[in-house]
Nanobody, 121 residues
Framework: QVQLVESGGGLVQAGGSLRLSCAASGSIFRLNTMGWYRQAPGKQRELVAGITSGGSTNYADSVKGRFTISRDNAKNTGYLQMNSLKPEDTAVYYC???????????????WGQGTQVTVSS
């Protein structure tokens, strides 16, 4: 069982920055992939950024060059640094991880509770 707690969302002016955190807890043996998704009102959930256990990253075209995903494996925590924020970045952001739990051969998927990011113009 893996639980995710997100923090760092809030209200920021256009051009500002926020850093989201995703802390994983439970019987974790290893965190595999980590990702951040977002969903704006009336829109589908979309992948914003992902990172593998080896550190390879992928970004949505809309955030490339502005957002940076990272992870601290020792702390079982992932981050999303968001710079040069735009009003269109306004959404609920969700952390997603795939993790192998202690004593298990299999990876499980977990979602954070979501954190609101609002960017004013």
């Amino acid at each position: 069982q893996v639980q995710l707690v997100e923090s760092g969302g809030g209200l920021v002016q256009a051009g500002g920055s926020l850093r989201l955190s995703c802390a994983a807890s439970g019987s974790i043996f290893r965190l595999n992939t980590m990702g951040w998704y977002r969903q704006a009102p009336g829109k589908q959930r979309e992948l914003v950024a992902g990172i593998t256990s080896g550190g390879s990253t992928n970004y949505a075209d809309s955030v490339k060059g502005r957002f940076t995903i990272s992870r601290d494996n020792a702390k079982n925590t992932g981050y999303l640094q968001m710079n040069s924020l735009k009003p269109e970045d306004t959404a609920v952001y969700y952390c997603n991880v795939r993790a192998q739990t202690t004593g298990s051969w299999y990876s499980v998927e977990s979602w954070g509770q979501g954190t609101q990011v609002t960017v004013s113009s």
